[in-house]
């Protein structure tokens, strides 16, 4: 065989191997891209199946809520707040303790502080009436409809001052130079006589529940 013509069949063979490899690299761009198409295909077909099932969750919770119901609930809870901050909480008195008589409800206090006035001398149930010599009662209705009167007397806690100046009654400091302060000394029970008083000046006497309050005015 001449140089020439076997020269020309590697050209051939080399040319067919192109051609070959050509077509291979062409199908296999092709079944990828097919492969690829099903794929975007496949999901596009499947995501808004998902969207969709969201987005009728979440239509449905509020296409189903009656408008009724949700103003209703509104209103209940606006009431609550509402009766929530106007109600007065309950005080749980007992005889002996000491408060603060506001304008429209009794308030516990410290004994001998700045913020007692009175001291529970007794619970009268059904709104019945206060020994005659107390020095100040406060009528109030408990829950159920019960109603109580609070009989109340001075806060004489010994040892304390007090301002009983113009009807008032304040604690004091007993270093201040008040008008009206006393010193409260001792109380004597079982007696109507101030002549009792081991200490102080003056005496102040319940008639009806029998004791003095023994103070000094200097």
Same mark, same amino acid.
């Given at each position: 065989?001449?140089?020439?013509?076997?020269?020309?069949?590697?050209?051939?063979?080399?040319?067919?191997?192109?051609?070959?490899?050509?077509?291979?690299?062409?199908?296999?761009?092709?079944?990828?891209?097919?492969?690829?198409? /099903?794929?975007?295909?496949?999901?596009?077909? &499947?995501?808004? $199946?998902?969207? /969709?099932?969201?987005?009728?969750?979440?239509?449905?919770?509020?296409?189903?809520?009656?408008?009724?119901?949700?103003?209703?609930?509104?209103?209940?809870?606006? &009431?609550?707040?509402?009766?929530?901050?106007?109600?007065?909480?309950?005080?749980?008195?007992?005889?002996?303790?000491?408060?603060?008589?506001?304008?429209?409800?009794?308030?516990?206090?410290?004994?001998?502080?700045?913020?007692?006035?009175?001291?529970? /001398?007794?619970?009268?149930?059904?709104?019945? /009436?206060?020994?005659?010599?107390?020095?100040?009662?406060?009528?109030?209705?408990?829950?159920?409809?019960?109603?109580?009167?609070?009989?109340?007397?001075?806060?004489?806690?010994?040892?304390?001052?007090?301002?009983?100046?113009?009807?008032?009654?304040?604690?004091?400091?007993?270093?201040?130079?008040?008008?009206?302060?006393?010193?409260?000394?001792?109380?004597?029970?079982?007696?109507?006589?101030?002549?009792?008083?081991?200490?102080?000046?003056?005496?102040?006497?319940?008639? $009806?529940?029998?004791?003095?309050?023994?103070? &000094?005015?200097?």
């Amino acid at each position: 065989m001449s140089g020439a013509r076997l020269m020309a069949r590697r050209k051939n063979f080399a040319l067919v191997g192109v051609s070959v490899v050509a077509i291979l690299s062409l199908a296999g761009s092709f079944y990828v891209a097919l492969s690829l198409a /099903a794929g975007i295909g496949d999901r596009m077909s &499947s995501e808004p $199946e998902t969207g /969709a099932a969201a987005t009728a969750s979440m239509i449905e919770v509020s296409a189903t809520q009656p408008l009724g119901n949700i103003l209703d609930l509104a209103g209940g809870i606006a &009431s609550t707040m509402s009766k929530s901050a106007t109600k007065m909480p309950r005080v749980d008195l007992n005889v002996g303790d000491c408060v603060n008589v506001g304008a429209a409800e009794i308030q516990p206090a410290a004994c001998g502080s700045a913020n007692s006035r009175y001291r529970v /001398a007794e619970l009268a149930a059904g709104g019945g /009436a206060c020994p005659a010599d107390a020095d100040r009662s406060h009528a109030r209705t408990l829950p159920g409809g019960v109603s109580e009167t609070v009989c109340l007397d001075i806060d004489w806690t010994v040892g304390a001052c007090l301002n009983l100046a113009g009807g008032g009654v304040e604690h004091v400091d007993c270093a201040a130079a008040v008008p009206g302060r006393v010193r409260v000394l001792e109380i004597r029970h079982d007696t109507t006589d101030v002549n009792v008083c081991t200490a102080g000046d003056r005496g102040v006497v319940y008639g $009806e529940r029998r004791y003095v309050v023994c103070v &000094s005015s200097r």
